[in-house]
């Protein structure tokens, strides 16, 4: 199986699911640099990652754009809808996805897609459905551990796609 699309959730897959408020309430959130690197690698190999969540923020936008993300749905109320339009605008048949969730909200999104990832922290009925469980979590390089493994799926690897040249 090629995967030609990885779609992922923020909180919990991205992030390890603590949401910070400054005292303006200004919200922060926390990024795992191996994270970075495996998508801007990943992205390199052809693969189209993608972003898919319920919530939005000011630090997520600016992860986003970091990571040259262009395709993204947030605030979304149907992450399986949201999955169909990012296939359809790239021409990616669902077969052809991987979604990568950890919470209740992401089993019907990663039942639609052709292939499901849990973080290590995922609920127990996530990680009774996931194709593959990372071993780190969400937050601490799983996203980084599903780049690695798709790469692998697609028979690449991403250290060979290493020029020296890319910052997270």
Do not use: W
Request: with cysteine; hydrophobic share 40%.
């Amino acid at each position: 199986m090629k995967i030609k699309m990885l779609a992922l959730d923020v909180d919990g897959v991205m992030t390890d699911g603590s949401i910070y408020y400054t005292r303006e309430g200004e919200e922060i959130k926390a990024f795992h640099a191996q994270d970075g690197m495996g998508i801007k690698y990943l992205r390199k190999s052809g693969v189209h990652v993608v972003v898919i969540s319920g919530r939005n923020s000011p630090p997520l936008l600016r992860r986003l754009k970091d990571l040259g993300i262009r395709h993204y749905r947030l605030k979304c109320g149907n992450k399986v809808e949201a999955l169909c339009d990012i296939c359809d605008d790239l021409g990616i048949d669902l077969s052809e996805t991987a979604f990568m969730g950890d919470d209740l909200i992401d089993l019907a999104v990663m039942q639609a897609a052709g292939y499901a990832i849990s973080p290590e922290n995922g609920c127990n009925e996530v990680k009774a459905i996931a194709n593959f469980i990372t071993p780190r979590c969400g937050g601490h390089g799983a996203v980084r551990d599903a780049c690695e493994h798709v790469a692998d799926m697609n028979d690449i690897r991403l250290v060979d796609l290493v020029d020296g040249k890319h910052r997270v």
